[in-house]
């Protein structure tokens, strides 16, 4: 009885506590990237991405025409959702196109 209360508590309070865990570290020690574009809008429903629950999203980091530079990125789902409007400017900071942080932008970057 033990043991199937072990296993029950891992699977329902323990291992989401676990997931979320390892999903900070990543954040805080992964390799980040910046992408500035235009927001284009959050999708209806949550993706469930290792254990974690995201609200996923697009930006277009080039022409607004041009879909090949649309970017997909996940918004933590435990967070309070920004109040982005579509075709605002954004900043973002991603890791493994989790958010890590955001910011509203004044130009898109000119190509180097």
Excluded: C
Excluded at 6 to 20: C, E, K, Q, R, T
Excluded at 24 to 49: A, M
């Amino acid at each position: 009885a033990l043991g199937a209360l072990a296993i029950f508590a891992w699977g329902v309070y323990l291992s989401p506590v676990h997931a979320y865990r390892n999903h900070v570290k990543s954040v805080l020690r992964g390799r980040n990237r910046s992408y500035t574009g235009y927001f284009q809008g959050f999708e209806h429903e949550h993706v469930d991405k290792d254990g974690v629950q995201f609200v996923p999203f697009m930006i277009n980091v080039g022409r607004v025409q041009d879909e090949l530079d649309d970017r997909l990125f996940y918004f933590d789902a435990n967070l309070p959702l920004p109040a982005w409007q579509e075709g605002d400017l954004i900043t973002i900071i991603s890791q493994d196109k989790a958010v890590v942080s955001w910011e509203r932008a004044t130009s898109l970057p000119t190509p180097a």
